[in-house]
């Protein structure tokens, strides 16, 4: 007998993205394409989460906490035979041609099933995403290649994003406290190049990355006019790893200490110039902050759904617990909330597709490119020569620059920023009440829900604290005004 007929969620048998997100229908009436896509991007995580990702959750978590480094690789390696490794790289180029909307619905699917396991799978695509905002058809395309050959191949192949350091997290991050940090990290011209020096810390996939973007200063004092970021190969001379932190939840994705001893970059590998970097950085941000918002509400559903399930099969009085008003009214509002902040991630995925960069793939050069060129030559050399090449790099940049305009790029970082604190707040409450409705037995690890609320503590800190983010929020809406009016600008 079925112990289990309620199943919802990760343990229901069919997905249902439309039934989620009923506007969703009415969209699909417009462009039936874009919808019937995500709907197979969900159905597809959907199945991988339950079949593969759910039944390893807690010997994954457990193994991590003996040792940090630990990784599952068995289960990497299915990932990777699925193509979740190259999920943004398009299909015509090996990859699954995700859209923001489809990765959305994946990153919500394995979240639910765990957060860790699903950083360590798809947040190495921010590596990419990273080139992919400034459009450098050069440094993509290099980037496109290698993933896809190593992707065929069964070769991990890690990217880290690395901005933190021991004494600044907030201020690489943001301008006025950027102004007066004290960099740790930081990149001196020789001749060639820089020869980079210093600390980075608390990097996902640090001790994983086969490169390593960075930014870094080219004149300690003066960093906010001198950031820069730079490619850097793991394999340079001077790169170590240091330590793998013990961290208290998503333990299965791994955060590094990075040490750079003299390491030499040479030109060709700085992306961004000095005083460019802090402008990567917060284009990177307008897009990564929103994807970690549905990071949380997949940790929120999460919980909710091992809470629904452990009440449903747990006695209580004459019943069981799910037959008690009290814990229905405490699963309706975290239903409630969950569906709110699931439509405002689906929303920003949506705008996302509509007015940043992902809206360049669908530009009639690109398509035409996809769909007129094999394989082979999309992927060969010459065409990679080609779009090495400066003025093609320029006018793909140029391009970028006239369609996601830098207003577009801070309204962005605004819009992506709220997600990110209702997405991760959701998961921090959501998984708090779940252990209040559920009691002492969930702080037992083998229902999953104690996870949860550890995993959550950590996705309120990176990609910005809540508050910085909170403060983004508000200085685009209100304190960019206020500034104004009080300069006397503004008396409207
Ligand atoms: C699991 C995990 C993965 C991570 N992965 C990466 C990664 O891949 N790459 C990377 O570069 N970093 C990564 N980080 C680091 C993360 O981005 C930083 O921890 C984060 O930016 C905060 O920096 P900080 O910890 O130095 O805090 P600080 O900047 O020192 O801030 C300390 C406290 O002060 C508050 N604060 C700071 N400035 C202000 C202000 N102006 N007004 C009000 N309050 C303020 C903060 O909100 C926080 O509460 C990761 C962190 C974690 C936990």
Redesign the pocket.
């Known amino acids: 007998m079925d112990r289990d007929p309620l199943r919802v969620g990760l343990y229901a048998p069919a997905p249902d993205l439309v039934d989620l997100l009923p506007g969703l229908g009415r969209l699909r009436e417009a462009d039936p394409a874009y919808v019937k896509r995500a709907e197979q991007a969900q159905a597809m995580a959907r199945r991988f989460a339950r079949e593969e990702i759910l039944p390893r959750v807690q010997a994954i978590d457990e193994a991590c906490h003996q040792d940090p480094s630990y990784v599952d690789w068995d289960l990497w390696q299915k990932a990777n035979r699925e193509k979740y490794t190259v999920g943004f790289i398009p299909e015509r180029m090996g990859g699954m041609g995700w859209s923001a909307l489809d990765a959305t619905a994946v990153a919500e699917e394995f979240s639910a099933a765990c957060v860790g396991v699903s950083?360590l799978i798809l947040?190495n695509t921010f590596g990419l995403l990273g080139a992919m905002v400034e459009f450098r058809a050069g440094v993509v395309l290099k980037m496109i290649r290698e993933m896809v050959e190593a992707q065929r191949a069964g070769r991990p192949l890690f990217w880290?994003?690395?901005?933190?350091e021991p004494?600044?997290?907030?201020?690489?991050?943001?301008a006025?406290?950027m102004a007066t940090m004290r960099p740790s990290a930081w990149a001196d011209r020789v001749e060639g190049g820089y020869r980079i020096q210093g600390t980075?810390?608390?990097?996902?996939?640090?001790s994983l990355a086969h490169y390593v973007v960075a930014t870094l200063p080219t004149d300690r004092r003066r960093p906010l006019e001198t950031m820069a970021t730079f490619l850097i190969p793991a394999a340079s001379p001077g790169f170590r790893v240091g330590t793998v932190e013990r961290?208290c939840?998503?333990k299965a994705?791994h955060?590094a200490e990075l040490f750079f001893e003299e390491v030499f970059v040479p030109l060709e590998n700085v992306w961004e110039p000095p005083g460019r970097g802090l402008r990567h950085t917060r284009e990177i941000l307008s897009v990564t902050r929103g994807f970690i918002g549905t990071v949380g509400l997949g940790i929120a559903r999460g919980a909710l759904e091992r809470c629904i399930r452990y009440v449903y099969q747990t006695p209580f009085g004459d019943g069981r617990m799910i037959d008690v008003p009290w814990v229905q009214l405490a699963v309706a509002d975290m239903l409630q909330e969950v569906a709110a902040v699931r439509a405002a991630c689906y929303n920003f995925a949506m705008a996302l597709d509509a007015f940043h960069v992902m809206k360049l793939f669908r530009t009639p050069a690109v398509r035409a490119a996809l769909a007129a060129l094999p394989e082979r030559v999309l992927l060969g050399e010459p065409l990679a020569a080609l779009a090495g090449n400066r003025r093609v790099s320029e006018a793909a940049g140029r391009l970028k620059q006239g369609r996601v305009t830098e207003d577009t790029v801070e309204r962005f970082v605004k819009d992506a920023s709220a997600v990110k604190v209702a997405g991760t707040d959701l998961a921090m409450r959501v998984s708090c009440r779940v252990l209040d409705v559920v009691g002492l037995e969930g702080m037992a690890r083998k229902h999953g829900m104690e996870k949860c609320f550890r995993d959550a503590k950590?996705?309120q800190?990176?990609?910005?604290?809540?508050?910085?983010n909170r403060?983004d929020i508000f200085h685009r809406e209100v304190g960019r005004r206020l500034e104004s009016i009080e300069r006397g600008g503004d008396r409207g």
């Open positions: 950083a947040f880290s994003w690395a901005i933190t004494g600044a997290g907030t201020d690489v991050e943001e006025r406290a980075k810390c608390f990097i996902t996939n640090g961290k939840g998503q994705s955060t950590a996705a800190i990176y990609e910005g604290t809540n508050q910085v403060i």
